[in-house]
């Protein structure tokens, strides 16, 4: 069997075989190298300068001199008022230099471009509605403008636009509508045709629904067309209104009145918000709107302050009031509930949130000034200046001895590992999963206060400062420690 190369596309400007190693492609052609210029010029060309005409090439400038608009108002700058018309173009079998036009097939029926009724291929398709144009063919109906997807309209008649003639054939016309005073027109040659759209007049009640099951305001039945919901409930577009200024509503400024109806925000804060000074910003909103303290209470729901009202079960309700917690009111401290209004400071009253919220020993809550003043450490040393002061209210109820010999003492090997008693969260320190009361935290030997920083666990099971813990169980001789302090033998 006879060899047989394959096939290379050819150039069209050489019609000589292109190989992939030289090749450059534009408008679906493939050129070589040296042969990818300008037709008219000879300018070398790249895909940022190329323009396609007819499997010819050409630079942007020769392209606009050749095919591009002339006269007056084309392009930018005294350069672009060129009255150029091409004529050193002209050849002279009377084509002006243009391509003869190939004869186009045609399509059947409904088939191919909308406008001249060729065949559409994928290259050159343009999309509108399902329908597909030539590139060419893609421009306004009226004005013939090249169009693209941003600014298409398809007309009722089924015919592409650009915005501004769409609008001037079949947009609203009158005082109002548009910008400017171009745009105030109202083109009496076209309000009478047979395209121009007229607003509904349709009657939402003709129709009657079952009830409770139509538009909450005219009692129709509500078509998905024309549905708006609000609330589970469906209304006509033309119904969903404020009941009061009858403002157009939307799902953004609806809002849903205690009367089952709808109003703006305006409204909705005029007949059911709060009234009287400080509410909103700016004298405009400090108005009652002529209505007595009894009008007002009366539109209200009545709201019952009155905690105690529903008894809670012995230990599952508020620890202050006893009453019963709902989840709307509810704050949580140390796994108990508590009312909103009851959540404040034992002493001094003051509201109280998880930031500084502090459980006592007597199970209640304190800010924390209060809860330095009951149980926190007392006398020189303790806290900043504020605090070193000697208050008239009763000594606060903490230990202050070593070994307490009162209170509570705690199972084995679960309480202080000092003093046997037990210990609360308020007061306890970790030491290598022993637990201690903060006031027993301490150096064995010298009683100096530890923290996490300073702390040494002994053999023994007690805990020293760091001079202590070196003394009774670190090395000894020459050469440890630093100073002669260090060098004893005891």
Same mark, same amino acid.
């Given at each position: 069997?006879?060899f047989?190369?394959a096939?290379?596309?050819?150039?069209?400007?050489?019609?000589?075989?292109?190989?992939?190693?030289?090749?450059?492609?534009?408008?679906?052609?493939?050129?070589? !190298?040296?042969?990818?210029?300008? %037709?008219?010029?000879?300018?070398?060309?790249?895909?940022?300068? #190329?323009?396609?005409?007819?499997?010819?090439?050409?630079c942007?400038?020769?392209?606009?001199?050749k095919? =591009?608009?002339?006269?007056?108002?084309?392009?930018?700058?005294? =350069?672009?008022?060129?009255?150029?018309?091409?004529?050193?173009?002209?050849?002279?079998?009377?084509?002006?230099?243009h391509?003869?036009?190939?004869?186009?097939?045609?399509?059947?029926?409904?088939?191919?471009c &909308?406008? #001249?009724g060729?065949?559409?291929?994928?290259?050159e398709?343009?999309?509108?509605r %399902?329908?597909?144009?030539?590139?060419?063919?893609?421009?306004?109906?009226?004005?013939?403008?090249?169009l693209?997807?941003?600014?298409?309209?398809?007309g009722p008649?089924r015919?592409?636009?650009?915005?501004?003639?769409?609008?001037?054939?079949?947009?609203?016309?009158?005082?109002?509508?548009?910008? =400017? *005073?171009g745009?105030?027109?109202?083109?009496?040659?076209?309000i009478?045709?047979?395209?121009?759209?007229k607003?509904?007049t349709?009657?939402?009640?003709?129709i009657?629904?079952? &009830? *409770?099951?139509?538009?909450?305001?005219?009692?129709?039945?509500? @078509?998905?067309a024309?549905?708006v919901?609000?609330?589970?409930?469906?209304?006509?577009?033309?119904?969903?209104k404020c009941?009061?200024?009858?403002? /157009?509503?939307?799902?953004?400024?609806?809002?849903?009145?205690?009367?089952?109806?709808?109003? #703006?925000?305006?409204c909705?804060?005029?007949?059911?918000?709060?009234?009287?000074? *400080?509410?909103?910003?700016?004298?405009?909103?400090l108005?009652?709107?002529?209505?007595?303290?009894? $009008?007002?209470?009366? $539109?209200?729901?009545?709201?019952?302050?009155?905690? /105690?009202?529903? !008894?809670?079960p012995?230990?599952?309700?508020c620890?202050?009031?006893? =009453?019963m917690?709902?989840?709307?009111? $509810?704050?949580?401290?140390?796994?108990?509930?508590?009312? !909103?209004?009851?959540?404040?400071?034992?002493?001094?009253?003051?509201?109280?949130d998880?930031?500084?919220?502090?459980? %006592?020993?007597?199970?209640?809550?304190?800010?924390?000034?209060?809860?330095?003043?009951?149980?926190?450490?007392?006398?020189?040393?303790?806290g900043?200046?504020p605090?070193?002061?000697?208050?008239?209210?009763?000594s606060? &109820?903490?230990? /202050?001895?070593?070994?307490?010999?009162?209170?509570?003492?705690?199972?084995?090997?679960?309480g202080?590992?000092?003093?046997?008693?037990?210990?609360?969260?308020?007061?306890?320190?970790?030491?290598?999963?022993?637990?201690?009361?903060?006031?027993?935290?301490?150096?064995?030997?010298?009683?100096?206060?530890?923290?996490s920083?300073?702390?040494?666990? *002994?053999?023994?099971?007690?805990?020293? +400062?760091?001079? +202590?813990?070196?003394?009774?169980?670190?090395?000894?001789?020459?050469? @440890?420690?630093m100073g002669?302090g260090?060098?004893?033998?005891a």
């Amino acid at each position: 069997m006879p060899f047989k190369p394959a096939e290379n596309p050819k150039c069209p400007k050489c019609g000589k075989s292109v190989y992939a190693a030289e090749e450059r492609v534009a408008g679906g052609h493939k050129f070589h !190298k040296q042969c990818f210029k300008c %037709g008219m010029c000879g300018k070398m060309l790249d895909s940022t300068n #190329c323009a396609e005409h007819e499997s010819e090439l050409y630079c942007k400038n020769c392209h606009g001199r050749k095919y =591009g608009p002339k006269g007056y108002g084309f392009g930018g700058g005294a =350069g672009c008022l060129s009255m150029d018309t091409g004529a050193q173009f002209q050849s002279t079998d009377g084509t002006n230099g243009h391509f003869e036009p190939k004869p186009m097939s045609k399509a059947p029926e409904g088939e191919g471009c &909308p406008r #001249c009724g060729g065949f559409v291929y994928m290259a050159e398709q343009m999309l509108a509605r %399902g329908r597909a144009y030539h590139k060419g063919c893609f421009k306004c109906g009226e004005c013939k403008k090249g169009l693209d997807s941003v600014n298409c309209c398809e007309g009722p008649d089924r015919n592409i636009y650009c915005k501004v003639c769409y609008g001037k054939k079949f947009g609203p016309k009158g005082y109002g509508y548009g910008k =400017g *005073g171009g745009a105030l027109q109202s083109d009496s040659t076209l309000i009478e045709s047979e395209f121009t759209l007229k607003p509904s007049t349709a009657d939402t009640t003709a129709i009657k629904a079952s &009830p *409770g099951q139509g538009c909450p305001r005219c009692g129709g039945v509500v @078509f998905a067309a024309e549905q708006v919901l609000s609330k589970g409930r469906e209304w006509h577009r033309k119904c969903y209104k404020c009941r009061d200024c009858t403002k /157009t509503l939307d799902s953004i400024i609806a809002c849903d009145g205690p009367d089952r109806d709808v109003y #703006c925000k305006t409204c909705y804060g005029k007949k059911w918000g709060p009234h009287g000074y *400080g509410f909103a910003c700016g004298s405009g909103f400090l108005q009652t709107d002529c209505m007595t303290e009894e $009008q007002l209470a009366s $539109q209200k729901p009545m709201v019952s302050n009155d905690t /105690t009202s529903i !008894k809670a079960p012995e230990g599952q309700g508020c620890p202050r009031c006893g =009453g019963m917690v709902f989840a709307a009111e $509810q704050q949580l401290a140390k796994g108990t509930m508590w009312h !909103k209004k009851c959540f404040n400071c034992n002493e001094c009253h003051r509201p109280l949130d998880s930031m500084i919220a502090c459980d %006592g020993p007597d199970r209640e809550i304190h800010c924390r000034a209060c809860y330095g003043k009951l149980f926190g450490p007392k006398g020189f040393g303790f806290g900043h200046t504020p605090t070193l002061v000697s208050t008239d209210v009763q000594s606060a &109820p903490v230990q /202050t001895d070593q070994k307490p010999m009162n209170g509570p003492k705690a199972k084995d090997g679960k309480g202080c590992t000092r003093c046997g008693y037990a210990v609360y969260e308020a007061e306890k320190m970790l030491s290598k999963n022993r637990i201690w009361h903060k006031r027993c935290f301490s150096c064995f030997e010298c009683h100096k206060s530890l923290d996490s920083t300073n702390l040494n666990d *002994g053999p023994n099971g007690e805990i020293y +400062c760091r001079g +202590c813990y070196g003394r009774n169980y670190g090395p000894r001789g020459v050469g @440890f420690g630093m100073g002669a302090g260090t060098l004893t033998m005891a």
